[in-house]
């Protein structure tokens, strides 16, 4: 098993619609989760950490489910400007290294 | 501030050969690393280093070589190129593995 799986889509979505992604990982031991956007031939960029409570920021909400080893991103309100790939992130526990996974391609129609 | 900056841009190496890819940060970072980026593959970690003087291995070590002198620089050496080795490359700096600041790449090609 893959140590972090994303459904590599892409989801075409018109503006303004709702979209999930939903990513997971195989160590239960994992200590931090992130989600990273990644513009095409860009370097990546950390978009948001993903907590047990659950976060927000704008239109952007983040879970993690730790019994089920799943993490989640929703965006609302898609924009154009959203189109980018989406990579689901994950720290070991006393690790140094995160672990990418292959990513989650969103492209935004008008 | 440039952040992390990353020489060359783009680089075309003959089977063999070898090269420094230069990677530097200006924000006193204690963290940095070297992932390479393949088609279907995702981002892997290369190398890594928690502060000067310290490095250690990565997922897809073999073929590189790291040293940080200083806290501003990593560079990675390819010791002798290969055609698995064309791919994109990526250097991070950051205050922990966690918050890392990502630099433009470099596109490398080997013939």
């Known amino acids: 098993r893959k140590e972090v799986e994303q459904d590599p889509g892409p989801f075409n979505v018109p503006e303004g619609a709702t979209v999930a992604f939903n990513c997971t990982y195989s160590n239960s031991a994992s200590q931090s989760f992130f989600w990273y956007r990644q513009d095409c031939r860009k370097e990546p960029k950390l978009l948001m950490s993903v907590y047990s409570s659950g976060n927000e920021d704008g239109r952007f909400t983040a879970q993690l489910n730790r019994a089920s080893q799943y993490i989640s991103l929703l965006i609302r309100d898609s924009k154009l400007s959203d189109s980018a790939t989406y990579l689901c992130?994950?720290?070991?526990?006393?690790?140094?290294?995160?672990?990418f996974g292959k990513g989650t391609k969103l492209s935004v129609i008008p | 501030n440039a952040g992390v900056t990353q020489t060359p841009k783009f680089q075309v190496l003959k089977t063999g050969q070898s090269m420094t890819l230069q990677c530097a940060q200006d924000m006193n970072h204690e963290y940095m690393s070297w992932y390479r980026q393949d088609p279907g593959m995702g981002l892997r970690l290369i190398h890594y280093s928690v502060g000067a003087g310290i490095t250690d291995q990565g997922e897809v070590p073999n073929g590189y070589n790291v040293s940080r002198s200083t806290t501003e620089d990593f560079p990675l050496r390819l010791l002798s190129a290969a055609p698995s080795q064309t791919s994109v490359y990526f250097c991070a700096a950051g205050t922990a593995a966690e918050t890392q600041y990502f630099g433009p790449g470099t596109r490398l090609l080997v013939l």
């Open positions: 992130v994950v720290l070991g526990a006393g690790s140094y290294q995160l672990t």
